[in-house]
Structures are given as C-alpha cells and as structure tokens.
C-alpha cells in the first residue's frame, strides 16, 4: 500500500479530508480516481455541491463557487490539479507526477492539455443547456470543438501508457469519459488511436470504472 505512512499520520491527527464535487464531474472524478490509486479513498469524504446554488457554501470555500474544491482542516484546495498534486505528496510524492526536472514540468503540461479538452466540451455543454435554441452559437461550438480537436491530435500523435495511472492519464480518461458521457461532439470516428487507448487504460485502471458518472 504506497500511502499507508500517509494514512498512518491521517489516523494520527491529521484533519478528515472532505471533497465537495458531485459524482457527473470530470474533474470531481479525476480527484476521486486519483484517491482510489494512491489509496486514500477512506480517508475522503464526499460531501454534493451545487455551483448554482446560491445558498451552498461552496462559494464560501471556494470564492470562484466552482468544484471540486478540498477541505483539509482550516485549509481548502483547488481546483483539481492541485488537488491531486497534494494528494500525491500525501502519498510519498511521484506517483502522479515526476517529483522534479523538466519530465515533471512536461506531465504537468499535459495533463493541463487533457484538462482543456474537459474544459472545452464542459462549455460547449452549458452553451446548449443555458441558452435558448435561437440563441446557441454556432460560432461558440465551432472555437470549443476545434480546441478539443487540436488537443486530441496532439495526444493521438503521443499517447500516454495506458498500463500508467499518473496525472496525465487520470486527466484524459475523464475528459474522454466526459465526451462520451455528454457526447458535445463525435470524437471516436476521427480518433480511433484514443478510443483504443481509453479502452486499454480502463482495462488496466479498475478506478475508472469505478469512478464512472451515474447515468
């Protein structure tokens, strides 16, 4: 068990960990597959937030009223790539990520690219559920879906281990999931090459399906 020093100090005073997410967020996911790989699931508590919701706290805790946000103690942490990155330090560190040099700096950028690809089919979801039909542009789509295909050729060209649970496949995996899920574009016909990549890592990762959104 790589975190059990990391859960020794939990049990010996650290502070319970909570995490507000909701369990169809990508990035909520990505915390709480990361948890499950360093094994520090039991000491996380997931608590719902709604960032729509005026009245929940989760502005308070995180300013930006956006999730996943943790609270450890008097300290909260966001978003969800420093999340994981504490969680990796929590763990002994270089599990997720190199500890140092430019190989870490370089997984650090890729994973921030997998998140993009999250970050642009989340937008061009809330363009169709927040505008009225007339008022959808076309124009919107078009500038997210071409990040998301930039992002993915680049990947296509320099896939990840898929055997390799680090930060920079935890990070695609639920972006790719999230595509899937709310499907703001057909992606797998144009790469095949990260559909059977997604299918090797879920094989190899029991994390992803566990960590998978409700339908």
């Known amino acids: 068990m790589i975190a059990s020093d990391a859960l020794h100090a939990l049990s010996a005073g650290r502070p319970p960990m909570v995490l507000r997410t909701t369990l169809t967020s990508p990035y909520g996911r990505k915390v709480r597959m990361a948890a499950e790989v360093l094994d520090l699931s039991d000491s996380l508590r997931i608590v719902p ?10 502005r308070d ?3 930006l009223g956006k999730m996943p946000c943790l609270i450890v103690g008097d300290e909260v942490l966001f978003d969800s790539r420093v999340i ?3 969680l990796d ?12 040099g ?4 370089r997984a650090l950028t890729r994973a921030a690219l997998a998140d993009g690809i999250a970050d642009a089919g989340l937008l061009m979801v809330y363009e169709r ?3 009225d039909p007339a008022q959808v542009s076309q124009r919107w789509l ?3 879906a071409s990040k998301i295909q930039r992002a993915m050729a680049a990947f296509a060209r320099d896939l990840p ?20 899920w709310r499907q703001p574009l057909d992606w797998r016909a144009d790469y095949p090459g990260l559909a059977r990549w997604l299918a090797d890592f879920a094989a190899a990762e029991p994390a992803f399906a566990t960590t998978e959104s409700p339908t």
């Open 89 to 100: 330090s929590l763990a002994g560190g270089g599990h997720l990520a190199p500890p140092s």
């Open 84 to 86: 994981l990155d504490f």
């Open 61 to 63: 805790q995180n300013p």
């Open 102 to 105: 430019m190989e870490r700096f």
């Open 142 to 144: 078009e500038h997210q």
């Open 49 to 58: 937030a709604d960032t729509l919701d005026p009245e929940d706290d989760l």
């Open 161 to 180: 281990d898929p055997a390799r649970t680090d930060a920079v496949s935890i990070s695609l995996a639920c972006a790719l999931g999230y595509l899937d």
């Open 129 to 131: 559920r927040f505008r």
